[in-house]
């Protein structure tokens, strides 16, 4: 059993930056993929990033890619997602997930079905 917590979250403006943080309970966190989704008011929950156990795989949605990286410290059980250049389109509750799967652990998974674990979820909101 894994227990997610996000932080982070706030208003910006377009052009900013912010950090989220995952902060999860368990011994087990070193052994999990990792990823952050997110959903935008009215909208379905998509695919933002995603990070394997080891940190050696990580992959991005297009529409983030180049802006936002993605990194873990399995000793601070901390996943995080930094995100630059922020964009109003990227308001939206997010979400960090983890997934026990050997596939999606070793590689990471951008489909959230993967997912077993989700947090409460951070509000990001960007002004123009």
């Known amino acids: 059993q894994v227990q997610l917590v996000e932080s982070g979250g706030g208003l910006v403006q377009a052009g900013g930056s912010l950090r989220l943080s995952c902060a999860a309970s368990?011994?087990?966190?070193?052994?999990?993929?990792m990823g952050w989704f997110r959903q935008a008011p009215g909208k379905e929950r998509e695919f933002v990033a995603t990070?394997?156990?080891?940190?050696?795989?990580?992959y991005y949605a297009d529409s983030v890619k180049g802006r936002f990286i993605i990194s873990r410290d399995n000793a601070k059980n901390t996943v995080y997602l930094q995100m630059n250049s922020l964009k109003p389109e990227d308001t939206a509750v997010y979400y960090c997930?983890?997934?026990?799967?050997?596939?999606?652990?070793?590689?990471?998974?951008?489909?959230?079905?993967?997912?077993?674990?989700w947090g409460q979820g951070t509000q990001v909101t960007v002004s123009s």
């Open positions: 997930a983890a997934t026990p799967g050997y596939y999606c652990s070793a590689y990471g998974c951008s489909t959230s079905s993967n997912y077993d674990y």
């Open positions: 368990g011994r087990t966190f070193s052994s999990y993929g």
């Open positions: 990070i394997s156990w080891s940190g050696g795989n990580t």
